[in-house]
């Protein structure tokens, strides 16, 4: 069965540090992994995602996403956090099938404070 | 949001009454999604479809029912049998789905429903 993981319901960081929202997955098979952000009473947003090949993807607003098979993680980074970044990002995955369904993660609240 | 529209942005339900929520898609997507968000829980997929005239339950389709009569709607309608409807509803479309085969491409989300039962 799939199933995402993100640990922390929220990440507290100081504007111009840098970020990590954390996300562990667990998939048959080799996955692909998404990440998304959602603005107060909004939809979600799609920031970057993992196919294959390179396992440092970079994605839209600064953002960034590692893949680390062996620990089964696709941690969130930026270098530089700004307050417009405070919003609740999720992580998903699916497996290699057009006929796999996707599973987000419970979202983590990620608020930068000036 | 662009490219996927819902409606109504904020609906009231009276107990025992059915309510239809809209999704429109302009993007010639052949799959389309409803889930539910609660606070805390995430995304919950109500209904699927990767093609016209063509869906299947996702993981709390109890209480809820959807038709895909034409590739750019998928109208979700909440009934009376949902007994705690209260929610914020996102419909989404992707590229994937039956035709394609594929399934590494993101997903479009709608602004979303926010369903409240007086």
């Known amino acids: 069965a799939q199933s995402v993981a993100q640990p922390e319901d929220q990440v507290n960081v100081a504007e111009g540090n840098p970020l990590t929202v954390k996300c562990t997955y667990s998939?048959?098979?080799?996955?692909?992994l998404f990440w998304y952000v959602q603005y107060p009473n909004r939809g979600l947003q799609f920031l970057l995602k993992y196919i294959t090949g390179d396992n440092l993807v970079k994605g839209s607003y600064g953002f960034e996403a590692e893949f680390n098979k062996s620990q089964t993680s696709f941690h969130l980074k930026k270098p530089s956090a700004l307050v417009s970044d405070s919003a609740l990002y999720f992580c998903a995955v699916r497996r290699h099938s057009s006929a796999s369904k996707i599973i987000f993660g419970s979202g983590t609240r990620l608020s930068i404070r000036p | 949001d662009g490219g996927i529209t819902q409606s109504p942005k904020y609906l009231f339900r009276k107990e025992g009454q059915n309510v239809t929520l809209s999704c429109e898609q302009n993007l010639n997507h052949d799959a389309m999604y409803w889930y539910r968000q609660d606070p805390g829980q995430g995304l919950r997929l109500i209904y699927y479809s990767q093609i016209v005239n063509d869906f299947q339950k996702g993981d709390i389709a109890e209480g809820y029912s959807v038709s895909r009569e034409k590739k750019e709607s998928f109208p979700l309608t909440v009934t009376s049998a949902q007994k705690n409807p209260t929610a914020f509803y996102l419909c989404a479309s992707s590229i994937d789905g039956a035709r394609s085969g594929t399934a590494y491409n993101e997903q479009f989300f709608g602004p979303g429903t926010r369903l409240t039962v007086l």
């Open positions: 998939v048959s098979g080799n996955p692909y």
